[in-house]
């Protein structure tokens, strides 16, 4: 069993809007072990990237403890933060985040530099990179110059480039046809192959069920962290009855809120690292048309928690502020970056 590389204590994030408070995560328990693949699935607005942020030292939990490859970060000063970021963890997004000004093999080195990594070291390494995601061809484009599958294959290298323990990947194929989807995935798989931690963030159901481990969040909380055998990720063709088989249940189950009382922990059928919290049944990974595999079971008799329906409709106002706030959120991958290449790129100008 390989060492924890992630763990999660009971960690919740409220944002404060004037008057009001948007609890994004109310109390995530879970640990994640070096090499696992790890996708993170809910609805809209569950708190998966909320999830991610705090997992990628982006964002610091309201309470609980996020311990990232060992180390407990809750007393770490920012700079140490992002020293912690830019050497354990390679980010990967919906929308890639490339420099525009910037070539195909510059954005790659970037991570490098700010990682203070000499000069005549970087190219190599790039390139190295680049090679692991086929574009070696394309150092010399710049992104627009580009397809969306392989800018996000960039993005991939720029992640690989510093050989970071964990890497997170937040709907990396949100934003792409389902062929080169499928394209990435299998990159994804490659890249875990060889040892690397990978959590994925997505509502698509034929990515979660293409990964082994799959943690399904609702309303900022954990219903079901299940071990699955995988279904590879066959872009247009997938088959809803070839629902992952599940392999482990959760382990541990409680009701929540005003629900006593806590129910009892269940037997674990296989180890697992993590504790889960169950508040209903988990909803089936993909459309649950197929009659030979059993959907998940809830884990006990207590009385179950039905989940609240979707979040009243915003103003107008409000959703202009989400929207804006949403916005500010996507922009901590940048974090990553140098100051230079991150305020040329903010700003617009050419570095
Ligand atoms: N910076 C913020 N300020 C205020 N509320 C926020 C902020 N970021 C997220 N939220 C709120 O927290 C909740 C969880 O948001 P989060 O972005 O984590 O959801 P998500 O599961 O990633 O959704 P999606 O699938 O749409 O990306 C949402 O209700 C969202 O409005
Ligand atoms: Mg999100």
Redesign the pocket.
């Known amino acids: 069993m390989g060492a924890t590389v992630i763990s999660m204590k009971d960690v919740t994030?409220v944002?404060k809007?004037g008057d009001t408070e948007?609890?994004?995560?109310r109390g995530i328990s879970f640990n994640i072990t070096q090499g696992e693949f790890v996708a993170i699935m809910?609805?809209?607005?569950?708190?998966?990237?909320?999830?991610?942020?705090m997992i990628g030292c982006l964002d610091r939990p309201t309470g609980g403890i996020v311990e990232i490859d060992g180390k407990p970060t809750e007393k770490m000063s920012e700079k140490e933060l992002a020293v912690l970021r830019n050497k354990t963890v390679g980010f990967v997004f919906q929308q890639y985040h490339l420099i525009p000004s910037l070539t195909v093999v510059e954005n790659v080195m970037l991570p490098l530099r700010y990682q203070k990594i000499e000069k005549s070291e970087r190219l190599p390494l790039a390139e190295a990179a680049l090679e692991k995601v086929a574009l070696v061809g394309k150092m010399n484009y710049r992104p627009h110059e580009l397809s969306g599958g392989q800018k996000q294959r960039v993005a991939i290298a720029r992640a690989l480039v510093t050989r970071p323990k964990i890497i997170l990947a937040?709907?990396p194929t949100g934003a792409l046809d389902s062929e080169t989807g499928r394209q990435i995935m299998a990159l994804f798989n490659e890249i875990n192959a060889s040892g690397t931690t990978i959590v994925i963030?997505t509502?698509d159901p034929r990515v979660g069920a293409a990964i082994r481990r799959c943690i399904h969040?609702f309303d900022?909380q954990i219903k079901a962290d299940v071990m699955q055998t995988p279904v590879p990720f066959s872009g247009d063709s997938f088959d809803p009855a070839e629902k992952p088989h599940i392999l482990a249940q959760p382990q541990h189950v409680r009701a929540v809120q005003a629900q006593p009382p806590r129910a009892p922990v269940q037997p674990h059928q296989q180890p697992m690292q993590t504790r889960t919290q169950v508040v209903q049944q988990p909803a089936p990974v993909v459309p649950s048309k197929s009659a030979q595999v059993p959907p998940l079971q809830p884990m006990q008799t207590a009385p179950v928690q039905v989940c609240p329906p979707a979040?009243p409709a915003q103003s107008s106002a409000q959703a202009v502020q989400?929207s804006a706030?949403?916005a500010?959120?996507q922009m901590p991958d940048l974090g990553s970056l140098p100051p230079a290449a991150r305020n040329a790129y903010l700003n617009g100008t050419i570095k």
Do not use: F, W
């Not at 948007?22 to 995560?25: F, I, M, R, S, Y």
């Not at 809910?42 to 991610?52: A, E, H, Q, W, Y």
């Open positions: 994030r944002y809007m948007e609890h994004a995560l809910g609805p809209s607005g569950s708190g998966k990237s909320t999830c991610m942020n937040d709907e963030v509502h969040i900022g979040a989400a706030q949403t500010q959120k």
